[in-house]
């Protein structure tokens, strides 16, 4: 595992290290956002170094220096702050979040194929000025340690760096034995680096190569006299190790040597059991994660749903999402070669082809919803950020602002999930800046100087909902409507009939920015726009309501999933159009002579409400071939509250159907959102009904 | 202006009213027989629609329409040339699409202003082949989604 011994398998094992890292390095920025809500809790200082100390020790066992010596130097610092040799401080955390960031950046070049180095030494030297503020009490601790060491195997452990010397530790934590073997081989011995390779491969069905010296390399290439020494890690009992070796032929003499270390000062006890946890089968690690969650005095509700997704991750595995996406890109070819099937045994009539195809559309059908759901991702891998975000902005605007996250764990399908990011950005900068006022105008106004900022998460039939509440200013709905006016956005008449949701929604035009003076953080007249644009492209909708002196509330709806929806087709004239059945309220004949006409404008009686009928044919200038009838067959739509009745000629049925993009050139279609396959290979549009509502 | 034109390069060539045209072989797909285009409403007159490219809904334009010259009923000769164009395939529905030509660079010459007016920007030059004289086009120009803009009703 360690560099240079087995090059080939850590590229195996650089995935998992970048994933572990990754959630390491968010579990620590959560942990730092609550700590500096309760500095006093030792608990979430412990939680933070520990999430510090793994990261450490992978590092260093992959090979990444620079990562591993900020992650020790954090320790440290954490370290010192849960002994209380530091007083926390908020300039501590900052740094300290700095240095998360740090980390993040390195984490980030690893995973796009860089070498993961930093220049990280300013930050590193500011947790070593905070570390050394308290020089006296660490600097005799660590003397203390190199005392101990000294006593019990000086010349040994001067030989390991601080990273091998952390993974001896742990191993050692672990319930191995640290050994250091020192071989020689005969003097006639003439394949010595097939020696070399025997003696490697016997130890490594006892235990692991820690460190080899001279290296595995210059072994290989035989660049060594008759002896080398070896750092391994094993189970066994020195002389089972050294009768291993030992049955290697040509081997002279194999003088195995325990390693020892100080013992840990106590203190690390805690860090210890973490680590152990690592390494425990599933059932002990449940157990050992419920009686932390006892001993806590104060197990708050976080704490239990951390609990909860510990458990819940043991039963799971990691797939690289790119498999995901090649079996989604499959099914969707059996999804259209099911739908050929259908329509041919609609054909031939023939029973047994028909009932054949029944069961194999059922099974699809189940296998689809499988796929579907494994394509699912909480929202939480989006909402993670914000939180530092957040602390961030409000530091920047010194404004006082607290973030309540809820339904994070409310799922998605992941093509969403990608999209979703920066449209949230973009709103909570937005609410941050223009949403929650300065502290002291809060105060002017009664209300508490900390403003509430609510990201709520939740599903809702086949739509997912997104919600975005503050309590600061509102939207001035004048001061809007003004600056639509001198824009051009709206025209003076237009102006009038607008709702007050509607005047809040100008804000989302493009070109638009009330801002009094422009700022980093939003206001540059691009952004909100951009998100409804965004929201739109991902077939969802945003809707504003907001309150002058109260606050606003954005709301956003998008669908479960964008892959395979399922669809009305419907026949107009000789062409084929399919509508998202989560636009559909129902279908209906409706007899011309119930049509009745308005000002400028043709509606039916839909249940009580007078509502507009659109006439597709005319809209989509389709070629008329056919006679009209007596009826029109009409598909009730809706977007909000909003509905229209579109006129078709004739309802084919309805049926699930892949969608697929136009392409980028032709994205300025009116009213299409996408297109389908259908199973006589033909494609059909599918109708875009938002954009045909206004 | 013809950089993109290596010396020696493959050209397919098509005919467009009479007239012969062509572009650089890398960048054709292949070359189809008419199929079902199904259409696009309110869009620009030269975008015929979309077909299933074998489970790929792709673009389909009518070169005469985009090039400004009169419409022809397809016919069997009538062919859909599929290019990839910036990561995008689109395809070009051509008169007839019947030859490969090997030509080196030095045959090409900037068009002649005068013969093509100025302000037509999707040709790139022609090409004097013993008696054969062939246009070569500019995909990007022809594809330039900038034209298509202008056409796109934006209200309903």
């Known amino acids: 595992m360690p560099r240079g011994v087995r090059q080939m398998e850590m590229n195996q094992y650089l995935e998992v290290f970048i994933e572990e890292s990754k959630e390491h390095l968010q579990a620590c920025n959560e942990h730092l956002l609550e700590l500096e809500k309760n500095p006093d809790n030792i608990q979430i200082v412990n939680e933070i170094f520990r999430s510090a100390h793994t990261l450490k ?280 070669d099911r739908g050929r099937l259908e329509q041919i045994s609609q054909d031939l009539k023939d029973q047994e082809l028909h009932e054949t195809v029944e069961r194999m559309s059922r099974t699809t059908g189940d296998l689809q919803n499988i796929i579907l759901n494994m394509r699912m991702v909480p929202v939480e891998t989006v909402f993670n950020r914000f939180p530092r975000m957040v602390r961030q902005l409000a530091r920047d605007l010194n404004k006082k602002i607290n973030l309540e996250i809820v339904g994070a764990e409310t799922e998605l399908d992941r ?113 909100l726009d951009v998100v409804k644009s965004t929201i739109e492209s991902l077939g969802g909708s945003i809707t504003i309501e907001s309150q002058e002196g109260k606050g606003s509330l954005f709301s956003i709806q998008l669908p479960l999933t964008l892959s395979i929806i399922s669809v009305m087709l419907v026949e107009i004239q000789e062409e084929k159009y399919a509508i998202p059945l989560s636009s559909i309220i129902e279908t209906a004949i409706v007899h011309k002579q119930d049509v009745l006409q308005g000002h400028n404008q043709t509606v039916i009686d839909f249940r009580g409400k007078v509502v507009p009928l659109l006439f597709l044919k005319d809209l989509f200038e389709v070629p008329v071939t056919k006679e009209e009838d007596e009826f029109y067959s009409v598909v009730i739509v809706r977007k909000g509250e909003k509905l229209a009745a579109l006129v078709v000629d004739s309802f084919i049925g309805q049926q699930e159907v892949v969608l697929k993009s136009l392409g980028s050139y032709l994205s300025y279609a009116f009213a299409i959102s996408g297109a389908t396959i259908l199973g006589d290979g033909q494609v059909a549009l599918i109708v875009d009904c938002n954009a045909l509502i206004k | 202006m013809l950089e993109s034109v290596a010396a020696d390069t493959k050209l397919i060539i ?71 164009l910036n990561d995008m395939d689109v395809g070009l529905v051509v008169d007839a699409a019947n030859d490969v030509v090997d030509v080196s660079e030095d045959v090409f010459e900037p068009s002649p202003e005068a013969a093509f007016g100025t302000e037509v920007d999707y040709i790139n030059g022609v090409a004097k082949l013993e008696k054969r004289l062939l246009i070569l086009v500019n995909l990007e120009k022809v594809f330039d989604r900038e034209v298509l803009k202008n056409y796109v009703r934006s209200e309903g």
């Open chain 1, 57 to 336: 020790g992978m590092s260093a066992t992959m090979g990444y220096e620079d990562l591993a010596s900020l992650t020790h130097q954090m320790e440290n610092v954490l370290d010192a702050i849960r002994n209380h040799k530091i007083v926390f401080t908020p300039e501590i955390l900052d740094v300290i979040f700095l240095a998360v960031d740090d980390l993040e950046a390195m984490i980030a070049s690893i995973e796009t194929g860089g070498d993961g180095k930093k220049n990280v030494e300013s930050v590193v030297k500011k947790l070593a000025a905070i570390e050394n503020g308290e020089a006296i009490f660490d600097e005799t601790a660590k003397e203390e340690v190199a005392a101990t060491a000294m006593l019990e195997e000086p010349a040994t452990v001067s030989r390991y760096d601080e990273f091998e010397t952390t993974v001896l530790k742990q191993s050692e934590e672990q319930g191995f034995f640290p050994y250091e073997i020192n071989i020689s081989l005969r003097q006639d011995c003439l394949l010595k680096a097939v020696r070399v390779f025997m003696v490697f491969e016997a130890l490594e069905s006892l235990g692991e190569v820690i460190k080899a010296n001279p290296s595995v390399e210059e072994l290989e290439e035989e660049k060594f006299e008759n002896s080398f020494t070896i750092t391994f890690i094993s189970k066994e009992t020195r002389d089972a190790v050294q009768a291993c070796i030992m049955k290697v032929s040509e081997v002279d003499e194999v003088d195995v040597k325990p390693i020892v270390f100080s013992e840990q000062p106590a203190l690390h006890q805690e860090s210890i059991s973490a680590e152990q946890n690592n390494a425990l089968p599933e059932s002990k690690q449940q157990e050992l994660v419920e009686s932390k969650q006892q001993q806590e005095e104060n197990p708050s509700e976080e704490k239990g749903e951390m609990a909860a997704a510990a458990k819940h991750s043991s039963k799971t595995i990691r797939v690289n999402i790119e498999r995901l996406d090649i079996l989604m890109n499959l099914f969707e070819e059996l999804v259209i």
């Open chain 1, 415 to 527: 093509t969403v999930i990608d999209e979703i990011g920066d449209p949230l950005v973009h709103l909570i900068r937005n609410a941050l800046d223009h949403g929650v006022e300065t502290p002291e105008i809060r105060r002017a106004n009664n209300k508490e100087e900390t403003g509430t900022v609510i990201l709520r998460a939740y599903h809702s039939g086949n739509h997912v909902f997104i919600e975005l509440e503050d309590d600061g200013a509102g939207i001035n709905k004048k001061k809007v409507l003004q600056r639509a006016l001198d824009k051009g956005i709206i025209s003076k008449e237009a102006a009038n009939s607008l709702t007050d949701s509607q005047i809040a929604e100008l804000i989302l035009a493009s070109g638009f920015s009330t801002a009094d003076k422009i700022s980093d953080i939003s206001g540059r007249g691009v952004g």
């Open chain 2, 14 to 84: 098509f005919e467009l009213k009479g007239k012969e045209y062509a572009i650089p072989v890398h960048q054709v797909r292949s070359i189809e027989k008419m199929m079902h285009i199904t259409r696009i409403p309110n869009i620009a007159p030269f975008v015929k629609g979309v077909i299933n490219l074998r489970g790929v809904v792709t673009p389909i334009i009518d070169l005469r329409l985009r090039f400004g010259l009169d419409e022809l009923e397809y016919s069997d000769r009538s062919r859909i040339i599929i290019i990839t």
